[in-house]
Structure formats: structure tokens, C-alpha cells
């Protein structure tokens, strides 16, 4: 038996942030970065509720530590608010969900509400039951899984991604797309899956670049805040792959941003994956397939599977190039012997994330460490 379920109410459209107004006269605590702060965008958020009856908590960081998590749930518990909204990229988010989770259970504060607002197109976080919180000393990024996590209400505004600089559209960017196609290439990709999949792929394809080049392009902002979503709905039945076990593991011990991570992985993860050796359209697996036809959505030409696959490769190297992205770990400044020093670690982090489970392709150490060395 399968099922599919989305639990989150998507606001979106005209005045999408009116929603808020519900809010009217009710304690709401709100989880966001010091960038929200100092910018005056938490103004867009706070102007919509009552004065005096909210508190702001403005310390997460990028890969928020559980140390962060512990600090939001005293804060929690001890103002007992009847909404928790999140406002910021991944981190918020992923915070805010582990804030809201614990303090739920250690306050039997049950009835909160919690709205999601991301301000990147990227994880997709304010639809999914993932939130992933960095253990600062072992230098490991866990996932925490559970549909208690989920938003129930994420608004999307696309004014609100307008001040990304252009470096973290794209890294944000190649995230959603890393979505995408693992939740296609998954073990647990179904029809329903695959449709968001596919149509997350194709805005990213034609959206991307607009946003990286203009941040006045308020369209292909809107475009690919939708299909950061949609590629979280996706990913949230289907789950993830090697690309993300691998970057989850460089993330904790390295600092890389994780978009970036990802898209540097991304060619090497699905040449791995499509694992094509000979010409001889029998022997390829089923990955290369679906690879190929996402290919095909994307409007790439190619008269075979095996074409199809290296020409979305190239396409997504060269989306990478002209958004002026690394293509290394050393090139992202990471020393060459700090790298030799943790590949081991990461392998084997690797191995043990949740994400490998539904890989189309099943990894060994070798494997992994082979990847890690075309990364270097
Ligand atoms: N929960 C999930 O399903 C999921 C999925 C993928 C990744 N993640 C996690 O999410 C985190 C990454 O999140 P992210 O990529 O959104 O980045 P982020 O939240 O870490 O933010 C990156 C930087 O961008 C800044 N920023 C955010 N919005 C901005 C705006 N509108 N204008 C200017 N600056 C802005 C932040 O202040 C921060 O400095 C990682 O920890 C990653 O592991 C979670
Ligand atoms: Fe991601």
C-alpha cells in the first residue's frame, strides 16, 4: 500500500502575507536570522500582527546547531505563544521545526499553530517533514524525519526572495533542481511524486537563469519559489539520494553552503547513478531512463537514453558555469589536506544517511570515495 499526502496549506498569489492577519491578537513567536532583522523585512511580518503580543527570536545561523534548538525551546516554553512562524531560508525553517517540535512536547504546548515563510527558493522546507540540524562537535548534519514537523500553512511571497544576492540564488537554485531529480530518480518515486518532479525540473530550467541575473525579474522569482515547493512536495513522499547523503555529510564538516555542494555533486552523482557503459540501449538502467526523460521534458535533443543523459549533464554544467559557480571543492577554498583529512569521515557519514536509502543505485565505500575524489 502507498499513499500521498500533503498536509500544508500553500498561500501563494496577491497579498499571500494577508494571511497573517488571522494572527490578529493572538502571541505569536517568530524564528528568523539577523539579516531579516536589519534588512526591515521582518517589518513585512510584524506589521500584520498585534503590537506588544510578539516576540522575535533572531539567532539562527546557517546550519543551525542544536545548541540553537535548545535556546528557541526555553524561549518557547517559557512565553507560550499560540503560533511559531518561520521566516528565512533552510535554516529558519529547519529551526523553527525542531524549536516548535520539543517545545510542543516539553510544555504540552499542542495547540500552537506554525506558519512557514521562506525568503530562498530553495530546500523547500516549509512543505516537508525533514528538518536538519548540524551536531556542531562531531561536525554532522542529521536529518530529523517526522510528519509532526510539517508547516501547517507556508506562504509563499516572492518580493521576499528579492534581496538574495545572486550567489545564493543559484546555490539555492541548484538545490530545488537536486531535489527534483532525486526524488525522480528515487526507489520510492510513484506517479504523483514524478509530476511534481517534472514540473519543478522545467521551471528551474527556464527560470533559473532569470532569477540569478535580475532581481528584478519578479516572475521567475514567483517561478522558482514555486518550484522550490513543489520540488518539497516531491521530495517529501519520494525522499532523497546519494547526492544529498554526501552533501549532508561535506555540509557539517566543511561549511560549504548545501546548494552549492549539491550542484557540484550533481553531474558526478547522476553518471554514477545512469551507470552507462556500452551503447547497447538493453543495458541501461533504469535511472538513465528517467534521466533521459526528464531530459526530453527540458527540451534537450538527443536520439538515445545515452545521448539524452550526457546532454541534460552538460546542460546543468553549463547552467552552473554561467551562474559563475564553482565546479570543486577547491574551488569553493576548501585546503587540499583539510579535504584529504575528512573524505574518509564523509564516505562513511555518507553511507548511514537516511537520503541513501531510496539511491537508484546501491553505493560502497569505493563508490563514494571515488566521487569524492572527482570532486576534489
Ligand atoms: N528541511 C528540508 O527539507 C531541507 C532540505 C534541503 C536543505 N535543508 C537545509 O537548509 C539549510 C540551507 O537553507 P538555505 O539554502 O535556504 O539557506 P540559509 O537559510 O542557510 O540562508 C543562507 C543565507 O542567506 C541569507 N538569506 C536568506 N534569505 C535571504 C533574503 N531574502 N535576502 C538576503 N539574504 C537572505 C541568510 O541570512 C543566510 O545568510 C541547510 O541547513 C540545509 O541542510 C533543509
Ligand atoms: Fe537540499
Do not use: W
Amino acid at each position: 500500500m502507498k499513499t500521498f499526502e500533503i498536509k500544508t496549506k500553500v498561500v501563494f498569489g496577491e497579498d499571500a502575507l494577508g494571511y497573517l492577519t488571522t494572527l490578529k491578537d493572538q502571541k505569536v513567536f517568530i524564528v528568523t536570522d539577523p539579516f531579516m532583522v536589519k534588512s526591515g523585512m521582518i517589518e513585512r511580518i510584524t506589521s500584520k500582527l498585534t503590537t506588544g503580543n510578539y516576540e522575535i527570536f533572531q539567532d539562527v545561523v546557517p546550519d543551525p546547531p542544536m545548541e540553537l534548538v535548545v535556546e528557541g525551546v526555553s524561549k518557547v516554553t517559557a512565553y507560550r505563544p499560540d503560533a511559531v512562524v518561520a521566516l528565512g531560508g533552510g535554516s529558519a525553517i529547519d529551526a523553527a521545526k525542531a524549536i516548535m517540535n520539543f517545545s510542543k512536547k516539553a510544555a504540552n504546548l499542542m495547540d500552537m499553530e506554525f506558519i512557514a515563510i521562506p525568503t530562498t527558493s530553495g530546500t523547500g522546507s516549509e512543505v516537508t517533514n525533514f528538518a536538519v540540524i548540524t551536531d556542531k562537535q562531531k561536525g554532522v548534519k542529521y536529518p530529523l524525519v517526522s510528519s509532526e514537523l510539517l508547516p501547517q500553512v507556508a506562504i509563499l511571497e516572492p518580493e521576499l526572495v528579492r534581496s538574495l544576492p545572486s550567489a545564493i540564488v543559484a546555490d539555492t537554485g541548484m538545490d530545488v533542481l537536486t531535489h527534483a531529480v532525486e526524488a525522480y530518480v528515487s526507489t520510492k518515486a510513484t506517479d504523483f511524486s514524478d509530476a511534481l518532479a517534472e514540473k519543478a525540473v522545467t521551471l528551474v530550467f527556464e527560470y533559473l537563469l532569470r532569477s540569478y541575473q535580475s532581481s528584478d525579474d519578479i516572475e521567475a522569482k514567483e517561478k522558482m519559489h514555486a518550484a522550490s515547493c513543489l520540488a518539497g512536495m516531491a521530495f517529501n513522499e519520494a525522499s532523497l539520494g546519494l547526492n544529498h547523503a554526501i552533501a549532508h555529510n561535506i555540509g557539517g564538516k566543511l561549511h560549504i553552503p548545501h546548494g552549492r555542494t549539491n550542484a557540484i555533486l550533481l553531474p558526478y552523482v547522476m553518471e554514477y547513478n545512469s551507470k552507462m557503459e556500452g551503447y547497447n540501449p538493453r543495458t541501461y538502467t533504469y535511472a538513465a531512463k528517467r534521466y533521459a526523460k526528464l531530459a526530453k521534458l527540458c527540451g534537450i535533443q538527443g536520439a538515445t537514453t545515452r545521448t539524452l543523459v550526457k546532454g541534460f549533464i552538460s546542460e546543468i554544467q553549463r547552467l552552473e558555469r554561467e551562474m559563475k559557480m564553482p565546479s570543486s571543492i577547491k574551488e569553493c577554498g576548501v585546503k587540499e589536506e583539510v579535504y584529504l583529512e575528512n573524505k574518509k569521515e564523509i564516505a562513511q557519514g555518507a553511507l548511514l544517511d537516511a537520503c541513501m536509502d531510496t539511491n537508484p543505485r546501491e553505493a560502497t565505500l569505493s563508490d563514494v570515495l571515488e566521487i569524492l575524489h572527482q570532486i576534489r
